[in-house]
Every structure is written in C-alpha cells, then in structure tokens.
C-alpha cells in the first residue's frame, strides 16, 4: 500500500475579529493532536500575541526582525523635494530648510533613498519586533511579536512563517481581523478553521473572514464559539453559503473561567477538548475531502 | 471650543468594547459617534444610523505591470523589499506595499502604480447622534487612513453640532490603526476582560495610549468569570494611576440585547450590566467634563 502524507499541513486558526476564542481552539487543537501526530504552533497574532499565556514555554532562541529608516544628510540635501514627493506613505515633508522623517509613517521601502539625485540619504536598520522559538508541552513552539508603536506587522508574520517545519502539521493562531497581517498568515494555508461566536457581531465579523479566506483561495470551515448566548445567526448563514460548521462549542461559566486563569480549557475541559478535534475531523472530511 | 474626543479601545477584540461605547452613546442622549474600528465595524448594528452621505475610500496603490514593455531585466525584482516580485516578474498585489520602488526601478517605465478601493465611508444620523464610520473591503490593510479620514468626518460634524463630546470605537491591537486613533484624542476608554490575556492586552494598549500621551481610564468587563483575576488588573491598574470606571459583571442580557439590535441600558435597565455601565458612565463623564 502505498502511503501517503498527510493531507493538512498548514492549519490556520483565524477569526473577523479579536475575543472570538481563536488562541484556545488554536492552542487546544495543537495541545490534542500533539498526542497523535508531530505539530507545531505559531502564534502570528503578533500585535498580542497570547498563546504562550495557555502553555508551559521554554524558550530556546530569538531573532530579530528589522526594517530601515532614512536619515537625511543636511549637508548634502538641497530640498529638491523629490523624496518627499515619491513617499507613497507621506512619511517625509519638508518643514523649512529641512526634510523631516515620521519614522511611524515609513514602511522602510527604500524608496526616497532610490530617488534622491544627491545621495543624501542613507537608512538605518531599527528593530520592528521578534520571532521567538521555543518548546511547549512537548512540541515546538514559536511566536511573533510586534514593537509596540511600530505600524507594519506583515515582515513579523512572514519571519514567524519561516519558521515552519514541513514534517509537522503548523497550527497558526492568526491575527484577528481581515487586514495584512490576517492575509499573511492565512496564504499558503491548506485550510483555515474560522472561530466566531453566534451574535450578530460575530456573524458581521464571519463574514469578513470568510471573504479573505475565500480571495486568498483557502478553504474555510467554521468554529462557533460561546454557542447558546446568541441567536442562529451564523448557523443559517453558513447553510446559506454553503460552508461547513464543524463544531459548536457550548457557552459554558466553567470554560470562561478557565480561561480567564490562564488555564487551557483544552487540557481541563472535556467538552472543549473533544469540540476542537470534532472540529479537525470534520475539516479533513468536509473541506479537504 | 472644539469637543474632546475620546476613544475606546481594547488591545485586542471581543472584550465588549463596543458594547460599552453603545452603552455610553446611549446614556450619553446625544453626541456626535465614530465608529473607527474599521476592520470589523460592529457599532452601526447597535446604533442603526441612517445613511446620508457615503464614499469610496482609496487606500493604497498597487503596482500593476505592462507585460508588452516589460524586457525582464529584474530590476524591478530586486528593488521590491517585500518579496512581492517572483522569478517570473509578477507582481503578487497581496504582497505589494504599493511603495513604488519597482516603477522608479524599472528602466523602461513597464510598471505604474494604481489607486485602489479599499473601504467605504458613511456619515449620517442615529437615534443618539450623528454618526460617521468606515469599514475597509475585507482583505484590505488597514493603514490607519481610513481610521483618520473617520476621525476627519467626526470632527468636520462635530464643529457644527452641539456636542459634548466625540465617541469613537477604536480599532483592536496596538499597530498603525490604533496610533491613528490614539494621536491628538483627550482621552482613553480601556476595555479589558478579567483573563490573563487581557491584562496581557491592555498593557500593551495602554502602553501606546501613554506614548501618545493621552490620559486613560479603564473598564473591567465580564469581572466575574475570574474575580481573582480582576482583582489582579485592578491592582495593576492601580499601580499605573489608571483609574477603574467600573467592574461590568456577566450578563447574559448583553448578547440579547446585541440580538436585538440595541444597547443593554436600553433593553433591560436593571439588568446587573446596565447598572454598572451607568456607574461607569457617571464616573467617565464626570472625568472627562469635570
Ligand atoms: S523608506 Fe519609503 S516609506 Fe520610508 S520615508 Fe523613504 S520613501 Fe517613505
Ligand atoms: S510597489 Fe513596492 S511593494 Fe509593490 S511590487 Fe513594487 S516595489 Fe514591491
């Protein structure tokens, strides 16, 4: 017989917002399968990254991710203005007899640097944030983290990427919301399990993620969380568009109080833990059948 | 005069923040109302405005190549600084940053770059005031413009109204849509939940806040799924001189009132969480109008 690898390499856990409870079906689904099969986790949500909150990490190694800055020369500079006028992001201005760098603005593209007929400017290398490796309960464990005041989050994520072992199955908790850095973590999935709660909130919110996950070509099934305190929203929605609810994880005081420790429902909560492998399989039966 | 605006934010989603500026917008009577939480705007579906003027937003470009000029010489390859040029000389519009580089690169002008729509805007009236708010196309990166541009329209409606002050639901996390939201406001509504994260979260929130130099106030949400815990960020909070406007308990009256379209203070007013969101409403307006 011949055998064949497994089907799901890249699993995304992503939702349209924040709160949905996409760090503890990520952090569960890997604590689970971990029992079964090699896996790896990544947390990419790198503007709060909370998933080491639910495990036991040691860290082994960290590396820097960097962008650069213009600085301008005064002696050299002669306010021609081309550097300001080719920033697409309006991060350069002249301000008297002197161009002026919004270092919180720039995304490091090195283009006024490109343009200046005088040379004047040259970039420095600043700190945009980190990726951390490590080991978490038994399975290798890495995370993104974001500079605070820094505005660019996609180089972490793609940093974070690289970090991935193609003979484990990678579980990327990803940055919540539909924006760049969601995009990023979620391209290059084999599927995406998408976590909301049942409320129209959480079905405004569905809606966006569904859209991305459909425009970057991964299929999607859902995850409603908190199920019973809302309406049935969601569910007759996700008939409607035909896209798969794989698990319905009930409301439960117990589980939010778990939670709110900073303890993993996952490994104390029977319900959780057998929702989000009812959520696996029934992904590798529906979606990637 | 102009209004102080005051912006509500969470360091991350789903912690009730815009439960809470509904709640305030609703006890408020009348004001004028931003919602700037651009990538998942969930406020209109409590406030149901009325829509009067409404736009498409452009906010970015992307780089599109002429494929007849191109000679694939790779300048253009090597130029880009987020890998959005492949070997063949694509160009991935996920990837581009719309920064330019490949057209001033490019030494046959194959490459030009190109507006693109990535949001809406609306302004327009709620039953608690005017209203403005954006929501980007999904899939859109949120630059922070589009949370300025909101801010820009709340402001233009806020000099012509009677206003106490201006609300905005801010964006989640801490990156570039957040310090569009934080810069130049007069203050800060925190909301956190009682969980590790959380505190996690609002620091990091608060920590941008700070850098902005905005004063802060916060509010504990759902309290009771850990009292341990909100113990600990009440603690912690008072160690940063942040003040605590109110602990808000559990409700399940609040997701109702959500199903129903409104604000728990309007549906259920005795409910345990409409008492202590007009506790924490009393003592924001006494901290931001003395
Ligand atoms: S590096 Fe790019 S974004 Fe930064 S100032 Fe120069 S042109 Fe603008
Ligand atoms: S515009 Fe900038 S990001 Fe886009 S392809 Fe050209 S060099 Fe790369």
């Not at chain 1, 908790?173 to 909301?196: K, Y």
């Given at each position: 017989m011949r055998r064949r690898g497994p089907l799901l390499m890249i699993l995304a856990v992503a939702s349209g917002k924040g709160g949905t409870g996409k760090t503890t079906v990520a952090v569960g689904l890997a604590l689970a399968l971990s029992e079964t099969r090699p896996v790896q986790l990544l947390d990419a949500d790198v503007e709060a990254p909370n998933a080491h909150l639910f495990l036991d990490v040691t860290w082994t190694g960290e590396r820097r991710v960097v962008t650069w800055r213009p600085r301008i020369d005064p002696e050299a500079c002669d306010l021609c203005g081309l550097c300001v006028e080719a920033c697409e992001f309006g991060a350069l201005a002249r301000a008297g007899e002197k161009i002026l760098v919004f270092d919180e603005l720039c995304h490091g593209c090195g283009v006024c640097r490109r343009v200046c007929p005088r040379d004047a400017i040259t970039e420095?290398?600043?700190?945009?944030?980190?990726?951390?490796?490590?080991?978490?309960?038994?399975?290798?464990?890495?995370?993104?983290?974001?500079?605070?005041?820094?505005?660019?989050?996609?180089?972490?994520?793609?940093?974070?990427?690289?970090?991935?072992?193609?003979?484990?199955?990678?579980?990327?908790?990803?940055?919540?919301?539909?924006?760049?850095?969601?995009?990023?973590?979620?391209?290059?999935?084999?599927?995406?399990?998408?976590?909301?709660?049942?409320?129209?909130?959480?079905?405004?919110?569905?809606?966006?993620?569904?859209?991305?996950?459909?425009?970057?070509?991964?299929?999607a099934g859902v995850v409603v969380n908190r199920d019973g305190i809302g309406d049935d929203g969601v569910l007759r929605w996700c008939e409607e568009e035909g896209i798969p609810v794989l698990a319905r994880i009930p409301f439960d005081r117990e589980i939010a109080a778990l939670y709110a420790e900073g303890r993993n429902p996952a490994r104390e909560s029977a319900t959780f833990r057998e929702a989000v492998l009812a959520a696996l399989a029934g992904l590798e039966r529906e979606v990637l059948a | 005069m102009n209004p102080p605006t005051i912006v509500f934010l969470s360091g991350k989603g789903g912690t009730g923040k815009t439960s809470v500026t509904a709640a305030f917008a609703v006890l408020g009577g009348h004001q004028v109302l931003a919602d700037a939480d651009v990538e998942a705007a969930n406020l209109h579906i409590l406030l149901a405005p009325r829509v009067e003027e409404q736009g498409e937003f452009e906010g970015s470009k992307v780089a599109i190549k002429d494929d007849s000029l191109c000679t694939r010489c790779g300048e253009?390859?090597?130029?880009?600084?987020?890998?959005?040029?492949?070997?063949?000389?694509?160009?991935?519009?996920?990837?581009?940053?719309?920064?330019?580089?490949?057209?001033?690169?490019?030494?046959?002008?194959?490459?030009?770059?190109?507006?693109?729509?990535?949001?809406h805007w609306i302004t327009g009236t709620s039953a608690r005031g005017p209203f403005a708010?954006?929501?980007?196309?999904?899939?859109?990166?949120?630059?922070?413009?589009?949370?300025?541009?909101?801010?820009?329209?709340?402001?233009?409606?806020?000099?012509?109204?009677?206003?106490?002050?201006?609300?905005?639901?801010?964006?989640?996390?801490?990156?570039?849509?957040?310090?569009?939201?934080?810069?130049?406001?007069?203050?800060?509504?925190?909301?956190?939940?009682?969980?590790?994260?959380?505190?996690?979260?609002?620091?990091?929130?608060?920590?941008?806040?700070?850098?902005?130099?905005?004063?802060?106030?916060?509010?504990?949400?759902?309290?009771?799924?850990?009292?341990?815990?909100?113990?600990?960020?009440?603690?912690?909070?008072?160690?940063?001189?942040?003040?605590?406007?109110?602990?808000?308990?559990?409700?399940?009256?609040?997701?109702?009132?959500?199903?129903?379209?409104?604000?728990?203070?309007?549906?259920?007013?005795?409910?345990?969480?409409?008492?202590?969101?007009?506790?924490?409403?009393a003592r924001f307006r006494q901290l931001v109008l003395g």
């Open positions: 420095i290398e600043v700190p945009l944030g980190k990726v951390q490796v490590g080991e978490a309960d038994g399975f290798p464990f890495a995370r993104g983290v974001l500079d605070v005041g820094e505005a660019t989050a996609t180089p972490v994520v793609h940093a974070l990427k690289r970090e991935i072992d193609p003979d484990r199955l990678a579980i990327l908790d990803c940055p919540p919301g539909t924006g760049c850095p969601t995009i990023a973590s979620l391209r290059g999935a084999d599927a995406a399990i998408l976590v909301t709660e049942p409320t129209p909130f959480g079905l405004h919110d569905l809606k966006a993620a569904v859209s991305v996950a459909r425009a970057v070509g991964v299929p | 253009c390859r090597e130029a880009c600084r987020f890998e959005a040029i492949d070997e063949e000389f694509n160009i991935d519009p996920w990837l581009c940053e719309g920064c330019g580089a490949c057209v001033h690169a490019c030494p046959v002008d194959a490459i030009r770059l190109e507006p693109q729509v990535t949001g708010g954006a929501e980007l196309l999904p899939g859109e990166e949120n630059s922070g413009k589009l949370v300025t541009l909101v801010r820009q329209k709340a402001r233009q409606i806020a000099s012509r109204v009677e206003t106490p002050w201006v609300l905005v639901d801010g964006p989640p996390g801490i990156g570039c849509p957040v310090i569009a939201s934080v810069t130049g406001v007069d203050g800060a509504v925190l909301v956190t939940e009682p969980t590790v994260s959380g505190l996690h979260d609002v620091e990091r929130a608060l920590g941008v806040v700070r850098h902005f130099g905005a004063p802060a106030a916060l509010v504990i949400n759902k309290w009771d799924l850990s009292p341990a815990t909100a113990e600990r960020i009440e603690s912690w909070a008072t160690e940063r001189q942040l003040p605590v406007l109110a602990r808000i308990p559990y409700d399940p009256a609040v997701p109702r009132a959500m199903v129903a379209g409104k604000s728990v203070v309007e549906t259920d007013p005795e409910a345990p969480a409409s008492r202590a969101l007009r506790d924490a409403y």
